[in-house]
């Protein structure tokens, strides 16, 4: 197997601060316009994203469309947050802080240009089309910060309520479960042992780690659907199959199937993230608590995706392995093997088939 370092990292394009030469407004003073007018945004992020945006979904404080910039045709790697206008595509490692760089990226303008759209847009001023009583856009700007503060702290406080809610629900139903029948169809469909799962009744119970708490949990159906317990924590949270030890490899991948098949493989511990997106925030997790391990990246190999959009699983492998500092290793894949297969698992799966 072999490890591959991370080239270095390329962030996504600045989308238009330029510099100015002389007899120009100057820079300061045009960065503080464009965070008024991004400031003044925010109320109205509903109707500003269903118009720029018009195939996506409400989820929470998020804004879930597809990425049009590139050619997405399925929601689910790029979201909007309506409280703060933080944008980010995982799959292509594009992000922004705000509407006004948004709007810039989605335009392909510089963000001087996409501030003065969205101003004649909310009926607002831009630069020197007025002149401006600076005190009074300083006391507004401070209301918009505190008014930001509040939201996010209100967002903090009810995500974490629901956290504790699904923790004990986790803890009750992770106390109720049995030991994981070894026949029971998810597992001999993926080939993989128990290990530390359990089930309850049809269902096998995922246990979902938080600083060395039990938070949450995936359950897996007999065909292999997946739910996680609603409202329960996920973000930087894993599945770890075997022990961490100091100095030794632990690898951290997608999924279930996944993880236990390379534990089982490589005899080395093996987080899983349960998603291409937890992947950067999982691993800074394990990096914080365990600063002696040897972190590796397992990647999935979304190969039958790279025709008309990107290998999302490929990329955000490759850019968790490049935040962490750490290397990463895919699936060596035969040349006869179908394109459908992307993780070890599917490999590992395939190969024994063949026997």
């Given at each position: 197997?072999?490890?591959?370092?991370?080239?270095?990292?390329?962030?996504p394009?600045?989308?238009?601060?330029k510099?100015?030469?002389?007899?120009?407004?100057a820079?300061?003073?045009?960065?503080?316009?464009?965070?008024?007018?991004?400031?003044?945004?925010?109320?109205a992020?509903?109707?500003?994203?269903?118009?720029?945006?018009?195939?996506?979904?409400?989820?929470?404080?998020?804004?879930?469309?597809?990425?049009?910039v590139?050619?997405?045709?399925?929601?689910?790697?790029?979201?909007?947050?309506?409280?703060?206008?933080?944008?980010?595509?995982?799959?292509?490692?594009?992000?922004?802080?705000?509407?006004?760089?948004?709007?810039?990226?989605?335009?392909?303008?510089?963000?001087?240009?996409?501030?003065?759209?969205?101003?004649?847009?909310?009926?607002?001023?831009?630069?020197?089309?007025?002149?401006?009583?600076?005190?009074?856009?300083?006391?507004a700007?401070?209301?918009?910060a505190?008014?930001?503060?509040?939201?996010?702290?209100?967002?903090?406080?009810?995500?974490r309520?629901?956290?504790?809610?699904?923790?004990?629900?986790?803890?009750?139903?992770?106390?109720?479960?049995g030991?994981?029948?070894?026949?029971?169809?998810?597992?001999?469909?993926?080939?993989?042992?128990?290990?530390?799962?359990?089930?309850?009744?049809?269902?096998?119970?995922?246990?979902?780690?938080?600083?060395?708490?039990?938070?949450?949990?995936?359950?897996?159906?007999?065909?292999?659907?997946?739910?996680?317990?609603?409202?329960?924590?996920?973000?930087?949270?894993?599945?770890?199959?075997?022990?961490?030890?100091?100095?030794?490899?632990?690898?951290?991948?997608?999924?279930?199937?996944?993880?236990?098949?390379?534990?089982?493989?490589?005899?080395?511990?093996?987080?899983?993230?349960?998603?291409?997106?937890?992947?950067?925030?999982?691993?800074?997790?394990?990096?914080?608590?365990?600063?002696?391990?040897?972190?590796?990246?397992?990647?999935?190999d979304?190969?039958?995706?790279?025709?008309?959009?990107?290998?999302?699983?490929?990329?955000?492998?490759?850019?968790?392995?490049?935040?962490?500092?750490?290397?990463?290793?895919?699936?060596?894949?035969p040349?006869?093997?179908?394109?459908?297969?992307?993780?070890?698992?599917?490999?590992?799966?395939?190969?024994?088939?063949?026997?």
């Open positions: 197997m072999h490890i591959k370092q991370p080239a270095n990292k390329r962030g394009a600045a989308f238009g601060l510099k100015v030469s002389a007899g120009q407004p820079l300061a003073s045009i960065h503080v316009e464009i965070q008024r007018i991004a400031g003044a945004a925010l109320p992020a509903d109707n500003l994203l269903a118009d720029w945006l018009p195939d996506g979904t409400r989820k929470g404080k998020e804004y879930w469309p597809t990425n049009p590139r050619g997405d045709r399925k929601p689910g790697s790029f979201s909007i947050n309506l409280h703060t206008g933080k944008w980010n595509d995982f799959a292509s490692d594009d992000k922004g802080g705000d509407l006004v760089s948004l709007l810039a990226y989605l335009r392909g303008c510089s963000q001087i240009e996409a501030a003065r759209i969205l101003a004649g847009q909310l009926g607002l001023h831009f630069g020197g089309d007025h002149k401006r009583d600076l005190v009074d856009e300083e006391v700007r401070q209301r918009m505190r008014r930001r503060e509040q939201l996010q702290q209100q967002d903090d406080e009810e995500a309520a629901k956290w504790e809610q699904a923790s004990g629900r986790a803890r009750r139903d992770w106390a109720l479960a030991k994981a029948d070894p026949n029971h169809p998810y597992l001999a469909s993926k080939r993989i042992k128990p290990h530390h799962l359990r089930q309850r009744g049809g269902e096998l119970l995922a246990p979902i780690f938080w600083r060395g708490e039990l938070v949450s949990l995936q359950r897996i159906k007999a065909d292999g659907g997946k739910l996680f317990l609603r409202g329960g924590r996920f973000k930087g949270c894993y599945c770890l199959f075997g022990y961490i030890e100091p100095g030794v490899e632990l690898f951290i991948v997608e999924g279930i199937a996944t993880a236990a098949t390379l534990h089982e493989l490589t005899g080395k511990p093996v987080a899983a993230a349960m998603s291409a997106g937890n992947l950067l925030p999982a691993g800074l997790e394990l990096k914080r608590r365990y600063p002696d391990v040897v972190l590796i990246v397992g990647g999935d979304d190969r039958a995706k790279e025709v008309g959009k990107p290998n999302a699983g490929k990329l955000a492998a490759i850019h968790a392995a490049s935040m962490l500092n750490c290397g990463y290793v895919l699936p060596a894949w040349a006869d093997a179908p394109l459908h297969l992307s993780d070890f698992n599917d490999l590992a799966v395939w190969l024994g088939g063949r026997k």
